[in-house]
């Protein structure tokens, strides 16, 4: 008998499972249903690929990323791995579907908006499955980030075949996500498996943003090898690239808006340098296995924390010493808050707000960063880690309630439609040309703040932002969030951190 071990060896080349991957691959070679919670690079791939070598008949791999799935098939077969992907670009896909009724596909890529057509399924009644492997599980429930309907639909076709194990993967689901796929995917609450997330050798450090490309051209003289950089923005990240470019140190945008032979040339010059940055959008990442990444940074939050921890988690895959770096600007909880407001269905509303609450809360923290980002994910980390910006140089914290209240009041006296610059000079008390037209030198607020206070109107006005106590309009004018009254009255307190240099802004500079 060919044990898994001897299969992992000859056919994968690897000495040893890493972590619960033995765990997993067990359950799915005796027929349970298995959901996998394990962080990006753990290998995911092999829980399935294993299993699909090892028994009879083909795995079916409901995988969202059409993109990758010509990649994910190359990596199969290099193992020799019989694999094909089942998409519109599928050049034979009779040919396919007759290689599956043969029996002759280990391995078939499918993406869920096909898994559950009625011609799937009719397909699926003439073939032999070994295993039903569902990618990016976390995409079946409401409370992912990432919620994809069709995943929905997957659990009546897997009912069709209950005696086939299935192996829902996810690298991003907290605890409530968790117990959502179960359901969702028919998954008995025994079948869960989490890896332990944590990722010791990044260093993780969060600083307010005081100029991205000054403080990413600071870190990338700090940090050598490669790093990637994502940004907001296609145009940030052409931007950004052409700022930080130089000899010795290249620096390529990468962006879904780039030609596809662009954006592969620029890929794969990354993945074979040992120093090249990559200014990113979120398009980069997946699917790159790129273990000497040295450096992580984002010159703007990420979507959540699950989004934030997967796209961190694509440094120092090698074990080596690596580094994460979050520069945050209130603008972009402020701009996220909008999108939630306008753009995102009313009954997500709530949960979409709670994300980011917490994505605030992990910005504006004084305690260990490792410590929420693995609480955050269902695991008792200790108090610190000694491996973050927290836990390295403790900020010290201070109550600026007292500014807080200040500085709600004269927007709220103002009419709740005025910038911080605008508020900042009222309340110091500075008559500009501005202020006097509006006759806000005639306001109880004009002049209610000493220079010690006046300093930490953009932190402030930075953290109420963040934690929706102040909301901006696209101009900048800011007005209430549901967090505004407890502060006001005196409910509830307001602490920030002191940040460990004093960061000295220009005037008029967007960020704050
Ligand atoms: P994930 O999908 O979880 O992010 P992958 O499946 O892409 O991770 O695997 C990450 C890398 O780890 C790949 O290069 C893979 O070949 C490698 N890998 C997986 N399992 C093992 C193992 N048991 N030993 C050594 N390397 C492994
Ligand atoms: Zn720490």
Same mark, same amino acid.
């Given at each position: 008998?060919?044990?898994?071990?001897?299969?992992?060896?000859?056919?994968?080349?690897?000495?040893?499972?890493?972590?619960?991957?033995?765990?997993?691959?067990?359950r799915?070679?005796?027929g349970?249903?298995t959901?996998?919670?394990?962080?990006?690079?753990?290998?995911?791939?092999?829980?399935?690929?294993?299993?699909?070598?090892?028994?009879?008949?083909?795995a079916i791999?409901?995988?969202?990323?059409i993109?990758?799935?010509?990649?994910?098939v190359?990596?199969?077969?290099?193992?020799?791995?019989?694999?094909?992907?089942?998409?519109?670009a599928?050049?034979d896909p009779?040919?396919i579907?007759?290689?599956?009724?043969?029996?002759?596909?280990?391995?078939?890529?499918?993406?869920?908006?096909?898994?559950?057509?009625?011609?799937?399924?009719?397909?699926?009644?003439e073939?032999d499955?070994?295993l039903?492997?569902?990618?990016?599980?976390?995409?079946?429930?409401?409370?992912?980030?990432?919620?994809?309907?069709?995943?929905?639909?997957?659990?009546?076709?897997?009912?069709?075949?209950?005696e086939?194990?299935?192996?829902?993967?996810?690298?991003t689901?907290?605890?409530?996500?968790?117990?959502?796929?179960?359901?969702?995917?028919?998954i008995g609450?025994?079948?869960?498996?989490?890896?332990g997330?944590?990722?010791?050798?990044?260093?993780?450090?969060v600083?307010?943003?005081?100029?991205?490309?000054?403080?990413?051209?600071?870190?990338?003289?700090d940090?050598?090898?490669?790093?990637?950089?994502?940004?907001?923005?296609?145009?940030?990240a052409?931007?950004?690239?052409e700022?930080?470019?130089?000899?010795?140190?290249?620096?390529?945008?990468?962006?879904?808006?780039?030609?596809?032979?662009?954006?592969?040339?620029?890929?794969s010059?990354?993945?074979?340098s040992?120093?090249?940055?990559? $200014?990113?959008?979120? +398009?980069?990442?997946m /699917?790159?296995d790129?273990?000497? @990444? *040295?450096?992580?940074? &984002?010159?703007g939050? #990420?979507k959540?924390?699950?989004?934030?921890?997967?796209?961190?988690?694509?440094?120092?895959?090698?074990?080596?010493?690596?580094?994460?770096?979050l520069f945050?600007?209130a603008?972009?909880?402020?701009?996220?808050?909008?999108?939630?407001?306008?753009?995102?269905?009313?009954?997500?509303?709530?949960?979409?707000?709670?994300?980011?609450?917490?994505?605030?809360?992990?910005?504006?923290?004084?305690?260990?960063?490792?410590?929420?980002l693995?609480?955050h994910?269902?695991?008792?980390?200790?108090?610190?880690?000694?491996n973050?910006?927290?836990?390295?140089?403790?900020?010290?914290?201070?109550?600026?309630?007292?500014?807080?209240?200040?500085l709600l009041?004269?927007a709220?006296?103002?009419?709740m439609r005025?910038?911080? $610059?605008?508020?900042? +000079?009222?309340?110091? /008390?500075?008559?500009?040309e501005? @202020? *006097?037209?509006f006759? &806000?030198?005639?306001? #109880?607020v004009f002049?209610?703040?000493?220079?010690?206070?006046?300093?930490?109107?953009?932190p402030?006005?930075?953290?109420?932002?963040?934690?929706?106590?102040?909301?901006?309009?696209?101009y900048?004018?800011?007005?209430?969030?549901?967090?505004a009254?407890?502060?006001?009255?005196?409910?509830?307190?307001?602490?920030?951190?002191?940040?460990?240099?004093?960061?000295?802004?220009?005037?008029?500079?967007?960020?704050?």
């Open positions: 008998m060919t044990s898994v071990h001897q299969l992992l060896h000859d056919r994968f080349g690897f000495s040893h499972f890493r972590g619960v991957q033995e765990q997993v691959v067990a799915a070679l005796e349970h249903h959901l996998a919670v394990m962080p990006t690079g753990a290998g995911k791939s092999l829980c399935y690929q294993l299993p699909a070598l090892a028994r009879h008949g083909t791999v409901i995988s969202p990323l993109a990758l799935m010509q990649d994910q190359r990596s199969a077969e290099s193992f020799g791995i019989n694999a094909a992907a089942l998409t519109s599928s050049e009779r040919a579907r007759d290689a599956l009724r043969d029996g002759k596909l280990d391995l078939l890529y499918v993406a869920p908006e096909r898994a559950t057509t009625e011609g799937f399924s009719r397909l699926l009644q073939a499955i070994a039903f492997a569902i990618d990016e599980a976390h995409c079946v429930s409401e409370w992912g980030h990432d919620f994809r309907p069709d995943y929905r639909l997957l659990l009546p076709l897997l009912d069709q075949h209950r086939v194990p299935r192996l829902a993967l996810t690298a689901a907290d605890k409530r996500t968790r117990a959502d796929i179960l359901v969702q995917l028919g609450a025994d079948g869960l498996i989490v890896a997330f944590d990722r010791p050798n990044i260093r993780y450090h600083r307010p943003r005081d100029g991205a490309a000054r403080q990413v051209g600071a870190l990338m003289k940090q050598p090898g490669p790093g990637i950089v994502y940004v907001p923005s296609r145009n940030a052409e931007k950004l690239a700022q930080l470019d130089a000899p010795g140190r290249r620096v390529l945008p990468y962006h879904a808006g780039l030609e596809p032979k662009v954006r592969s040339r620029n890929q010059a990354f993945v074979a040992e120093e090249m940055v990559m $200014a990113a959008t979120i +398009a980069f990442g /699917g790159i790129k273990p000497d @990444v *040295r450096f992580v940074a &984002h010159a939050v #990420s959540s924390i699950e989004a934030y921890y997967q796209e961190t988690g694509r440094a120092g895959r090698d074990g080596d010493p690596a580094e994460a770096w945050w600007g603008d972009d909880f402020a701009r996220a808050r909008r999108r939630i407001e306008t753009e995102v269905e009313p009954e997500r509303r709530p949960q979409e707000r709670e994300r980011l609450n917490m994505l605030a809360a992990f910005v504006e923290a004084a305690t260990c960063r490792r410590a929420i693995l609480r994910f269902g695991e008792e980390p200790p108090e610190r880690c000694g973050c910006d927290n836990c390295l140089e403790p900020p010290a914290t201070i109550d600026v309630t007292t500014v807080a209240q200040k009041s004269a709220f006296r103002t009419e005025f910038g911080v $610059a605008h508020l900042e +000079a009222v309340l110091g /008390g500075n008559d500009n501005k @202020v *006097r037209q006759g &806000h030198d005639r306001l #109880s002049g209610i703040m000493d220079a010690e206070e006046l300093a930490l109107v953009k402030v006005a930075r953290s109420l932002l963040a934690r929706d106590a102040l909301r901006a309009d696209e900048g004018g800011l007005s209430f969030g549901p967090g009254k407890p502060i006001l009255k005196g409910e509830q307190s307001l602490v920030i951190a002191v940040p460990p240099k004093r960061v000295r802004r220009k005037r008029g500079q967007a960020d704050y």
